[in-house]
């Protein structure tokens, strides 16, 4: 149980806020791999190991950091447990994504009325996210530890470094937000990590509000025929 509670950081989150954590919690193992085999078979395996607990009559807690809907494992684990046990009462409970817990962290909106936004692995590629750019009003990049540098090269090109926020474990009392993110060139950051991205001078195309163009209009017409 000591070896559980060190290695799981949601149940580390559970421990700080002083809730008791069951004598029986068991270890569900998920690599941090892109291998799609090794994948496969880590939730195959977690899902089997879960449906036998059930099947003993036991109601089972999965916890996750953040939003169990937003990039967390628990998708691919529900998926793999409804293919074995399409009949198991699954309840999901809705929680504070990451990049909603930084914007409030950090005093911004992530978006206001008419705004767009994105949230995307910075793992796309510097590529991507340079043509999103011309597209958003805020852009959230998860996962930049190992593209850090060039994501900072493209913000710097595109003058935003100004605009960006960088986030660390959020919520955690070894979070860090760093404001001045051109310095974190050449830093190794957290896996825990991510970047907010404003284009406050992004050039808008025409919004349309209400009906659809040209609804109104022929309703208009038809009450006075």
């Not at 209009?217 to 025929?225: K, L, P, T, Y």
Request: a negative charge.
């Amino acid at each position: 149980m000591k070896q559980l509670q060190e290695d799981s950081y949601a149940l580390g989150i559970l421990r700080r806020a002083g809730i008791a954590i069951p004598a029986d919690a068991q270890p569900l193992h998920f690599p941090m791999t892109s291998d799609p085999e090794i994948l496969a078979r880590a939730w195959v395996s977690a899902a089997a190991r879960s449906r036998d607990l059930l099947a003993e009559g036991r109601d089972l807690v999965f916890l996750v950091e953040g939003d169990a809907s937003s990039y967390s494992t628990f998708g691919h684990l529900a998926r793999a447990l409804r293919e074995l046990e399409s009949a198991i009462d699954m309840e999901i409970i809705p929680g504070v994504s990451s990049f909603a817990a930084a914007a409030a962290r950090v005093g911004e909106p992530l978006a206001e009325e008419g705004d767009t936004m994105a949230v995307l692995p910075a793992s796309y590629g510097v590529e991507v996210i340079d043509r999103l750019l011309d597209e958003l009003d805020t852009l959230v990049l998860f996962k930049v530890k190992p593209m850090l540098d060039a994501v900072l090269d493209l913000l710097e090109r595109r003058g935003l470094l100004a605009s960006a926020c960088f986030v660390e474990k959020v919520g955690a009392p070894d979070e860090r937000v760093v404001e001045d993110v051109a310095r974190l060139r050449d830093e190794t950051v957290a896996y825990l990590s991510l970047l907010l991205v404003r284009n406050p001078d992004r050039t808008r195309g025409e919004l349309h509000r209400g009906c659809r163009p040209g609804r109104g209009a022929h309703r208009v017409a038809e009450a006075h025929v």
